[in-house]
């Protein structure tokens, strides 16, 4: 997959309009399928029939949307809910407006035939994980609730896959349970993985919007015109998903059309059912975060949260 190189993405940022219509959005990861929604709205001029010219650009690594969203450098990005948590525990400034994927995609994944079979096999064992102050608190977490012991954590931003193979790590926290399972399943190998949300964690959006906090107070119509944009992308997807494919492919030519097709049909199910941010599941996810040690004091969510 094509990657953005940070002087490259700085270029992008700095020759943006300074203007309310035109925004611009960094993605979290390489495109993927998870990112479907945005550029089925792209590409059906979603965006544009709502005013808005939205430019979406790829990180050099996987905390770039946080950090310049926050900034002001970019009025959109996509993060995850606890990196989000995180973020707000540190006094970073960002709103959630919006979600692409509702329920947690996150896993931690391994290949099967390697000794590994419940949790407590990777004691001993080394772990990857993939968003650094994020992932690998939660990979922690993870260990100290199913009696993993003596394990050691390996940073491996976007090289989960080869890091498995060559056996650099034998898990990895932060694996998609509908994109390395099938790249894993394409290279010849059977994965498998431990879903979170079986093991201890409560649900959360894997995926979601964020704003800087002063443009959403300045620039509430564009929200609301993003948003809706974004509702009526994901109704499109569930209602013809090749069709939808074809957009994403006419978007992303390089992508790999085999792994994309099925990923896709592993994500249908996780994509938000609506935009609504719900106080109460993030309440639940965040005080199980001050819990793990995930977030060092209590964070109040609802403040975090846009609504109309």
Known sequence: MKRVGLALLVVILLSVPACGESLTLVLDWFPNIDHLPLYVAQERGFFAEAGLKVN???????ADALKLVAAGK?????SYEPQVLVATSEKVPVTVVGRLIGHPLSTVLYIQGRGIEKPADLSGRPMGYTVAGMEDVLAKAFCDLNGIKDYKLVHLEFAIVPSLISGKVDSV???????????LELQGYKPGYFALEEHG???YDELVVIANPQFVKENEKAIVSFRNALSKAIAEIK???QSALTDYFKAIPESDKKLE???LEKTLPF???????????WKTFADFALKVGLISRPVEVEPILWTE
């Open 271 to 281: 994509y938000a059912e609506d935009q609504n941010l719900s106080v109460d599941r």
């Open 261 to 263: 097709r099925l990923a």
């Open 239 to 241: 209602k013809d998903p």
């Open 56 to 62: 979406i650009v790829s990180p050099s690594e996987t």
């Open 74 to 78: 970019s009025e959109l990005g996509i």
């Open 173 to 183: 926290m932060g694996g998609f349970r509908n994109y390395e399972v099938v790249e």
């Open 201 to 203: 964690f409560p649900d």
